[in-house]
């Protein structure tokens, strides 16, 4: 799948660097060339010895290599490869990128190069959210350099979140996807997708029966036609898909943070089943029955309208805003009403009601509202639902760019 492709894999100085061993493997046994680049600090974790023996290829690693610099080594290096890796992609290598800093081999390739670069982060949790990080990330997306994960889990430090490297066969596939020349290469696609739970008590939440199924299986075909996706989910029973960027969610207003955060965008898809209401007084221990027979009152205040919010921006509104409605009766009327309402360009639009049994299922009907009016879709597969709604956005973002 990979055959003839050549990796310039740039390892960073972090306990996950043991994954880059298998990473190679992976990419070398789909037939691609690994030429890997070590920080100082990588060789810390793992040895030059080690890697190059994986790779079939010396381990670069000094920026004032003279044989190597004799011919401009640090700047060959960078421009034959197809595409660059950094994996695991430290918050040090992430800052060096965002500011344009050039002080080692990898830092010095990674500012020398026009070929595209993935990025697999890893860090502690806390390195991750912070705000420093959040603000390079934010400038790399612009810089269109792609991501894949972090993944929530254990860290090597006790603790646990985000920050996680992804594991080698997902940056696999984040690699076949970005070097697949698809119509939607370059552009950076957010989707969102699954339910949000809003919290009772530390136990209890609200949610809905939305199972995350047709928000991945969009992500997976934007992805396979060459976007660079940002998939934003709440706590769904599907896994989320390889080779995008995950950013994990409970509640509709980080749900709102996490989006803003990924902007800008091409196109920005709402497929979460966000809640309408949170409870305004939730408890801060688990509430208990006290035997008089009363049930707790729960006070509600409306959630951050997301699709609205967005679809309204003044400045860096995404060329097409794309809403979800879950309706249950007079489908058609209520979602026009609704695109009016919320200001985007599309609504996908679909009858949940009990007996279709679409919601939490493997398939989908749906009608595609427009400015143009209504086209009602065959109920089909929530994978080929996925396919001919990502091929109508790549065609329209086409249009859009013809002159």
């Known amino acids: 799948m990979l055959a003839g492709k050549r990796i310039l894999l740039i390892i960073g100085g972090g306990i996950a660097a043991y994954k880059a061993l298998d990473l190679i493997r992976r990419?070398?046994?789909?037939?691609?060339?690994?030429?890997?680049?070590?920080?100082?600090?990588a060789a810390e974790f793992v040895t030059p010895l080690s890697v190059a023996a994986l790779a079939g290829e010396t381990v670069h690693s000094d920026l004032f290599d003279l044989t190597a610099e004799a011919e401009m080594g640090h700047?060959?290096?960078?421009?034959?490869?197809?595409?660059?890796?950094?994996?695991?992609a430290t918050a040090d290598l992430l800052a060096k990128m965002a500011q344009g800093r050039a002080d080692d081999l990898a830092s010095t390739l990674l500012l020398a190069t026009d070929t595209r670069v993935l990025v697999a982060p890893a860090m502690n949790v806390r390195m991750w959210t912070h705000?420093?990080?959040?603000?390079?990330?934010?400038?790399?997306?612009?810089?269109?350099?792609l991501f894949v994960g972090p993944n929530d889990g254990d860290m090597a430090c006790g603790e646990f979140g985000p920050g996680r490297m992804a594991e080698p066969l997902e940056i696999v596939a984040a690699v076949q996807g970005a070097l697949t020349q698809g119509p939607l290469?370059?552009?950076?696609?957010?989707v969102t997708s699954g339910p949000?739970?809003?919290?009772?008590?530390?136990?209890r939440y609200i949610a809905n029966r939305s199972s995350g199924a047709q928000g991945t299986a969009l992500a997976i075909a934007l992805r396979d036609l060459g976007a660079n996706v940002t998939f934003v989910t709440g706590p769904a029973s599907v896994p989320p898909p390889a080779g995008v960027t995950v950013v994990r969610v409970e509640t509709a207003q980080q749900m709102l943070v996490a989006v803003q955060a990924a902007l800008p965008a091409d196109v920005a898809v709402f497929a979460a089943a966000v809640a309408d209401w949170r409870v305004a007084n939730a408890a801060g221990q688990k509430m208990k029955k006290d035997g008089s027979g009363q049930a707790p009152a729960l006070s509600f205040a409306e959630n951050p309208d997301i699709l609205a919010t967005v679809s309204r921006m003044a400045v860096g509104r995404p060329a097409l805003?794309?809403?979800?409605?879950?309706?249950?009766?007079?489908?058609e009327a209520h979602a026009t009403a609704k695109?009016?309402?919320k200001g985007c360009d599309w609504i996908v639009a679909n009858d949940v009601s009990p007996a279709t049994g679409i919601m939490g299922?493997?398939?989908?009907?749906?009608?595609l509202i427009t400015a143009e009016g209504a086209e009602h879709w065959p109920r089909m597969g929530k994978d080929a639902v996925a396919r001919q709604l990502a091929a109508r956005i790549s065609a329209t973002l086409g249009a859009a760019d013809s002159p």
Not at 28 to 41: H, Q
Not at 185 to 190: D, I, M, P, T
Not at 196 to 203: K, R, S
């Open 321 to 331: 805003v794309v809403g979800f409605a879950a309706e249950t009766e007079q489908v």
């Open 131 to 145: 705000a420093a990080t959040q603000r390079n990330l934010a400038q790399l997306r612009a810089d269109d350099v």
């Open 196 to 203: 949000t739970h809003e919290p009772i008590d530390p136990v």
């Open 339 to 341: 695109r009016a309402r």
């Open 185 to 190: 290469a370059g552009r950076h696609v957010l």
């Open 361 to 367: 299922g493997s398939e989908n009907a749906v009608t």
């Open 27 to 41: 990419l070398r046994e789909r037939g691609a060339s690994v030429t890997p680049v070590m920080t100082r600090a």
């Open 75 to 88: 700047i060959q290096l960078s421009r034959v490869a197809d595409l660059i890796v950094v994996a695991p």
